[in-house]
């Protein structure tokens, strides 16, 4: 029974462990955003240097993960310390704050229910192989979150616009997320385009991983020393 609870469990968990995973490689990883300042022209767009890009980029993956309430990021210019966000930029960015320290509370905690789903399939006597509950857990897990996931990349796909702005009115219980594009710097400095190919990065790393876990547990039984 407690097997069987533990692979119903780790079935609902891998997919948005992996999903969380991969959005926490990729929101905190520098590339993306040196990717985005060459993609979108940012620095001719916003005046700003790539060195005061980064920086600022920087300050805000620091702000994630601290725990300050507001976001302060500023630049040097004629000797004064000029602060790039407005305060509607500012508070909207507490909300983001929240809403990435909820995915990885998340994460955090679908790993240690993982780890003790493996522990317990590891060290328990099942009558099953290992290896095939390993793998029935991955399947189970496509099949359950498969058809949500098709029907969200599809959207994405034909129209990401709508998609974005549908999850912003679901995720947020304000209207801080609506900025002018013309004047506010977050916006300016993050487009609807990086946030699309942040989106797709994030898919493909979780697929990724996905399939090279799959891949792994069903090659190891060809291994010279596997042993159920």
Same mark, same amino acid.
């Given at each position: ?11 609902? =968990?891998?997919?948005?462990? %992996? ?16 990717? +985005?300042? /060459?993609?979108?022209?940012? *620095?001719?767009?916003? +005046? =700003?240097?790539?060195?005061?890009? /980064? ?8 702000? @994630? ?16 310390? %000029? ?22 509370? $998340? ?5 240690? &229910? ?7 399939? %590891? ?12 793998? /029935? ?11 949500? %996931? ?13 998609? $974005? ?8 219980? +304000?209207?801080?997320?609506?900025? /002018? ?8 400095? $993050?487009?609807?385009? @990086?946030?699309?190919? &942040? ?8 697929? *990724?991983?996905?399939? =090279? ?5 069903? *090659?190891?039984? $060809?291994?010279? +020393?596997?042993?159920?």
């Amino acid at each position: 029974m407690i097997i069987k609870i533990s692979k119903l469990t780790a079935s609902f =968990l891998w997919i948005p462990f %992996l999903l969380s995973t991969s959005f926490e490689i990729i929101t905190f990883s520098d590339w993306i955003y040196k990717y +985005n300042w /060459d993609r979108n022209n940012i *620095s001719e767009i916003t +005046n =700003l240097t790539i060195q005061e890009l /980064d920086q600022s980029a920087e300050k805000i993956k620091v702000y @994630f993960k601290d725990n300050e309430e507001y976001l302060n990021v500023s630049i040097l210019r004629d000797n004064q310390s %000029l602060s790039i966000f407005k305060q509607k930029e500012i508070d909207h960015m507490t909300d983001v704050k929240h809403l990435i320290k909820l995915v990885m509370g $998340f994460q955090r905690i679908s790993a240690l &229910i993982l780890i003790l789903i493996l522990a317990i399939i %590891l060290f328990g006597k099942l009558k099953e192989s290992t290896i095939n509950i390993f793998r /029935d857990i991955l399947l189970k897990s496509s099949i359950i979150w498969g058809a949500l %996931l098709l029907i969200v990349l599809i959207s994405i796909g034909v129209n990401f616009n709508k998609t $974005f702005l549908l999850f912003h009115q679901l995720v947020f219980t +304000n209207d801080l997320w609506i900025l /002018d594009p013309m004047n506010d710097y977050l916006i300016i400095m $993050f487009p609807e385009r @990086f946030f699309m190919e &942040i989106t797709l990065f994030i898919v493909l790393g979780f697929l *990724s991983i996905h399939f =090279l876990c799959y891949a792994f547990i069903s *090659s190891i039984k $060809f291994f010279p +020393n596997y042993s159920k």
